[in-house]
């Protein structure tokens, strides 16, 4: 005899249920790892990865010719393969996707693509009329009812961290608990397969979950949504201050940051070798925070990049480097920012600067020349101060 167990929630569902004698097979899904049949009953697990972008492809493709659909054959492989990675690669959400690529034709598989990649209505697209269980956002739901109240609120929150990957330290000054606590939750949640461990430490959320864990936020009290945007944005600054510390030393001029926040604990280096390749792993979620400062009307916005202007401007070959640059110092309260600096400053930044141009010129790179000028014209709206060099052609 076989006996199928779907969706079990827990070990303890599944104990009432298993034959009395051999010679019977038990198969059990979960989105839980449900460790403790393992423990107790010698179960034998089996983790489905993700799909790759080669299957999810395959899987387009064959619900199209299932489907009988003119649209497959018209449907290159590339556009199947960018509707694919905005389902992130989920099997719900591909078939419901094929079913509608299907039913319109090939012309509403490009505009499936850049209606998923907006991400504004992804839930909503990703649903068949009058059939909302089988909905992803229906699906998702059933992994959320199950968490605990404090899972569910750790869930929500992470929705709020301004990149896609996350640290243990961003993630706990973002929930606002002790790193003990934060490495549980963030454990449950792996767990329960609500986030994807990409490296020891650092944990993703993919895109669907993401915007289904965004709507929920957004109906949390605002202030509770405002302190842990908050937290997570000193976390980062506070953090990047250590870094400058290790990089250029305790006498060099520094920005009025203010004391870090209740629930926030930012990492310190003991070299600068360390601190470099914390900015190294955390370049694209510094980058990531400056722009949500900026849309949050913060002062992190260009307090992150001039505290981490020394390990910013060395590099001119990193477009986020100077994106960020654009990004916090063309932040709206320039006054702000110039009434925080000397006015030995912007001499002093285009001093740096300046040296490197014909370093940019020797290269031939014509994007990099542009970056060095870039970096200079930057300097000149933060503070003001305007360059008496003129430009090569």
């Given at each position: 005899m076989i006996v199928l167990l779907d969706d079990v929630n827990s070990a303890a569902?599944?104990?009432?249920?298993?034959?009395?004698?051999?010679?019977?097979?038990v198969l059990v899904t979960s989105r839980r790892r449900l460790t403790g049949l393992s423990v107790q009953y010698g179960a034998l697990r089996l983790t489905l990865e993700?799909?790759?972008?080669?299957?999810?492809?395959?899987?387009?493709?064959?619900?199209?010719?299932?489907?009988?659909?003119?649209?497959?054959?018209?449907?290159?492989?590339?556009?199947?393969?960018?509707?694919?990675?905005?389902?992130?690669?989920?099997p719900l959400a591909l078939q419901i996707a094929a079913e509608h690529m299907a039913e319109r034709g090939p012309v509403f598989a490009v505009s499936l693509t850049e209606e998923l990649r907006r991400?504004?209505?992804?839930?909503?697209?990703?649903?068949?009329?009058?059939?909302?269980?089988?909905?992803?956002?229906?699906?998702?739901?059933?992994?959320?009812?199950?968490?605990?109240?404090?899972?569910?609120?750790?869930?929500?929150l992470l929705a709020l961290h301004p990149g896609d990957v996350a640290g243990m330290g961003a993630v706990a000054a973002l929930w606002g608990e002790s790193p003990a606590v934060a490495a549980r939750l963030?454990?449950?949640?792996?767990?329960?397969?609500?986030?994807?461990?990409?490296?020891?430490?650092?944990?993703?959320?993919h895109d669907l979950l993401r915007d289904y864990a965004m709507e929920l936020v957004k109906a949390e009290a605002g202030a509770e949504r405002t302190d842990c945007t908050e937290r997570v944005f000193a976390w980062y600054l506070h953090t990047a201050e250590a870094v400058a510390d290790q990089l250029l030393g305790d006498g060099r001029?520094?920005?009025?940051?203010?004391?870090?926040?209740?629930?926030?604990?930012?990492?310190?280096?003991?070299?600068?070798?360390?601190?470099?390749?914390?900015?190294?792993?955390e370049r694209e979620n510094l980058l990531a925070c400056v722009r949500a400062a900026q849309a949050a009307d913060?002062?992190?916005?260009?307090?992150?990049?001039?505290?981490?202007?020394?390990?910013?401007?060395?590099?001119?070959?990193?477009?986020?480097?100077?994106?960020?640059?654009?990004?916090?110092?063309?932040?709206?309260?320039?006054?702000?920012?110039?009434?925080?600096?000397?006015?030995?400053?912007?001499?002093?930044?285009?001093?740096?600067?300046?040296?490197?141009?014909?370093?940019?010129?020797?290269?031939?790179?014509?994007?990099i020349a542009r970056a060095g000028w870039h970096r200079l014209s930057v300097a000149d709206r933060w503070t003001g101060y305007r360059r008496r060099t003129t430009r090569r052609r």
């Open positions: 569902q599944v104990a009432p249920l298993l034959p009395g004698t051999g010679g019977s097979l993700a799909l790759t972008a080669d299957e999810a492809v395959l899987l387009l493709r064959r619900v199209l010719d299932r489907r009988a659909a003119p649209a497959s054959q018209r449907v290159s492989d590339a556009v199947l393969a960018a509707v694919a990675r905005r389902c992130a690669y989920l991400g504004a209505s992804r839930l909503d697209l990703l649903a068949m009329p009058g059939e909302a269980e089988t909905a992803v956002r229906s699906v998702f739901a059933w992994s959320y009812r199950a968490l605990t109240s404090d899972l569910a609120r750790a869930f929500r963030i454990g449950e949640l792996h767990a329960a397969h609500l986030v994807a461990k990409v490296a020891p430490g650092r944990y993703r959320m001029r520094r920005a009025p940051l203010g004391p870090s926040p209740d629930g926030c604990r930012p990492l310190h280096f003991t070299s600068a070798a360390e601190a470099l390749e914390w900015c190294e792993s913060s002062p992190v916005a260009w307090q992150l990049p001039r505290t981490l202007w020394g390990f910013l401007l060395p590099r001119p070959t990193t477009t986020s480097s100077w994106a960020a640059g654009e990004a916090g110092y063309g932040f709206r309260p320039c006054r702000e920012i110039t009434a925080a600096n000397s006015p030995d400053t912007a001499p002093r930044i285009h001093g740096r600067c300046c040296p490197l141009l014909p370093g940019f010129r020797s290269t031939g790179n014509t994007l």
